[in-house]
């Protein structure tokens, strides 16, 4: 009975909603944990503390979802460069922080991506996610929300699943030759992605690549990943311009992910006959 009383607020709130046109802003805060391992252990907690600080420029992000009943783009939030963070390898330096655009009219689902100096415009699957819906609720703000479960393959290509890892495997890193194998079982592992959507925005949408729930997205469980929303604007003042990107060269997700591999594994061969070297001449 609470279902179907849901699914008939779900009904009414679009017939109101599609009668005006409409805009909204979403805030998301993206934390990423990662496990220290075997390595950690060897850390003093100082150091712990210091490696901890330099990467949470990159396990901790803010991204802005601008979007309407018919399209949206997310994208992540500019910050200002912290005097002094530059020093040093910086996690994630060489990918730049992308825009996701969806249309659910024409099916075009876009994401641009600069990596490593270079331009790509990704065209992702406008196949609608396999949720299954679930009877548990919570609240997240003003906003009861609505629990959904997605079991998928975990094909992401970035750098922290490269040192997430190594650092399993400890201070040394795997040699170049056993790499392409065991990355390939692991890009094919299967992730369970948990949402909370609320039927108070009756929108299909939500951060990221996640969209396809009779509500609003709000917080995300994928992995060590969390995406939570901080914030809703709906009809804000300035209107954002929602559009399809166009700067890149069109690759498939598919193609990208081995130019992202090949390059990774270029640069942890590079990394390693570095730090080789340093050893070798070292006192």
Same mark, same amino acid.
């Given at each position: 009975?609470?279902?179907? &009383?849901?699914?008939?607020?779900?009904?009414?709130?679009?017939? =109101?909603w599609? +009668?005006h046109?409409f805009?909204g802003?979403?805030?998301?805060?993206?934390?990423?944990?990662?496990?220290?391992?075997?390595?950690g252990k060897k850390?003093?907690e100082?150091r %712990?503390?210091?490696?901890?600080?330099?990467m949470?420029s !990159?396990l901790?992000?803010s991204?802005?979802l601008?979007?309407t009943? @018919?399209?949206?783009?997310?994208?992540?939030?500019q910050?200002l460069?912290i005097p002094? /963070?530059g #020093?040093? !390898?910086?996690?994630?330096?060489?990918?730049?922080?992308?825009?996701?655009? %969806?249309?659910?009219t024409s099916?075009?689902?876009?994401?641009?991506?600069?990596?490593?100096g270079?331009?790509?415009?990704? *065209?992702?699957?406008?196949?609608? $996610?396999?949720?299954q &819906? *679930?009877?548990?609720?919570?609240q997240?703000?003003?906003?009861?929300?609505?629990?959904?479960t &997605?079991v998928? +393959?975990?094909d992401?290509?970035?750098?922290?699943?490269?040192r997430?890892?190594? +650092?399993?495997?400890?201070?040394?890193?795997?040699?170049?030759?056993s790499? $392409?194998a065991?990355?390939?079982?692991?890009q094919?592992?299967?992730v369970?992605?948990?949402a909370?959507?609320t039927?108070?925005?009756p929108? /299909?949408?939500?951060p990221?690549e996640?969209?396809?729930? $009779?509500? &609003?997205?709000?917080?995300?469980?994928?992995?060590?990943?969390?995406?939570?929303?901080s914030?809703?604007?709906m009809?804000p *003042? @300035?209107?954002?311009? =929602?559009k399809? $990107?166009t700067?890149?060269?069109?690759?498939?997700r598919e193609e990208?992910? #081995? =130019?992202? %591999? @090949? %390059?990774?594994?270029?640069?942890?061969?590079m990394?390693q006959r570095r730090? #080789?070297?340093?050893?070798?001449?070292?006192?």
């Amino acid at each position: 009975m609470k279902t179907t &009383l849901w699914y008939t607020f779900l009904f009414v709130s679009t017939i =109101i909603w599609s +009668q005006h046109s409409f805009q909204g802003r979403a805030s998301y805060q993206s934390k990423t944990s990662m496990d220290l391992g075997e390595w950690g252990k060897k850390m003093s907690e100082e150091r %712990k503390k210091r490696v901890k600080e330099r990467m949470a420029s !990159f396990l901790e992000k803010s991204y802005t979802l601008h979007f309407t009943e @018919k399209e949206s783009v997310y994208a992540e939030d500019q910050k200002l460069e912290i005097p002094g /963070s530059g #020093r040093g !390898f910086r996690f994630g330096a060489f990918i730049g922080g992308g825009r996701k655009y %969806k249309n659910f009219t024409s099916g075009v689902f876009l994401e641009s991506i600069e990596f490593y100096g270079k331009n790509f415009l990704v *065209e992702n699957s406008a196949d609608k $996610p396999k949720w299954q &819906l *679930e009877n548990e609720t919570k609240q997240i703000g003003k906003y009861t929300c609505f629990k959904a479960t &997605l079991v998928k +393959q975990d094909d992401r290509m970035d750098w922290s699943r490269i040192r997430g890892r190594n +650092q399993r495997k400890g201070k040394e890193e795997p040699s170049s030759s056993s790499i $392409p194998a065991k990355n390939n079982k692991e890009q094919k592992d299967e992730v369970v992605v948990t949402a909370w959507y609320t039927p108070r925005i009756p929108v /299909s949408n939500g951060p990221g690549e996640y969209w396809g729930l $009779p509500g &609003l997205i709000l917080e995300i469980n994928e992995g060590n990943t969390t995406i939570l929303c901080s914030e809703i604007v709906m009809n804000p *003042e @300035k209107r954002a311009e =929602i559009k399809a $990107p166009t700067r890149g060269d069109e690759v498939s997700r598919e193609e990208y992910n #081995r =130019i992202v %591999k @090949k %390059k990774m594994k270029e640069m942890q061969e590079m990394f390693q006959r570095r730090r #080789r070297n340093n050893r070798g001449g070292g006192r």
